[in-house]
Structures are given as C-alpha cells and as structure tokens.
C-alpha cells in the first residue's frame, strides 16, 4: 500500500504563487506514472501535470497549465512537486497527488486525500 500525503495548499491572490508537495511512502522506481490532478467545484476530476513511463521523464500538462505549473521530482526525498505560477481563479480546486504503481505485471493506482487551492482576491 503506497501512501501519498499533500501541503502547501492555501488561499492566493490572482497572480500569485504556490507550490504542493506530494510525500510518497514507496520508491520512484516501482511508479510508472505520478503527477498532480484537481477537481474544481461541480467540475470532473482532471489532469494538471503528470510524469509518465518506466524510469520515465515524459511530462504531460493540461494546456491550462502550461507554462504556468511546473511539475518535479526528488527521488532522494520521494517527493514530487508542482510549481503554480501565475494563479488565476479557475484554478481553484482540490489538487490530489496521484501514483502508478506497478507490481509483478498489476498495475495499482494510488491517490493523496487532497490539498485546497482556492484563487481569489
């Protein structure tokens, strides 16, 4: 059972800047994907920025976030991390942490209970 606990959620201004932090319980090396999603109000759960692949270091973002979120890693600290920018109230949500994990050919998805990120003046 791999667990995923989130900070660094809060209230910010338009403009302004956070950054989530995602503590992971299991090695990087048995992840095939890990990133961040969020859920807006009355909205679906949706991907914000994502690592993928084996090893990987193929980097997905919604187009909502580009050049804007930036997504990292520390394998050291098994923690991954996003950097928003540039906030604007759509991007309040609940953003969860996500991994992947896959376990002799079975494939296990894990998520953190969540961190609020609300934009607003």
């Given at each position: 059972?791999?667990?995923l606990v989130e900070s660094g959620g809060g209230l910010v201004q338009p403009g302004g800047s956070l950054r989530?932090?995602?503590a992971v319980s299991a090695s990087f090396y048995s992840m095939y994907a890990m990133g961040w999603y969020r859920q807006g109000?009355?909205?679906q759960r949706e991907?914000?920025?994502t690592f993928t692949g084996d090893r990987d270091s193929y980097t997905k973002y919604?187009?909502?976030a580009k050049g804007r979120f930036t997504i990292s890693r520390d394998r050291d600290k098994n923690t991954v991390s996003l950097?928003?920018?540039?906030l604007k109230?759509?991007?309040?949500a609940v953003y969860y942490c996500y991994a992947?994990?896959?376990v002799d050919g079975i494939e296990y998805d894990y998520w953190g209970q969540g961190t609020q990120v609300t934009v607003s003046s």
């Open positions: 059972q791999v667990q989530l932090s995602c109000p009355g909205t991907l914000v920025a919604a187009d909502s950097q928003m920018n540039s109230p759509e991007d309040t992947g994990q896959r």
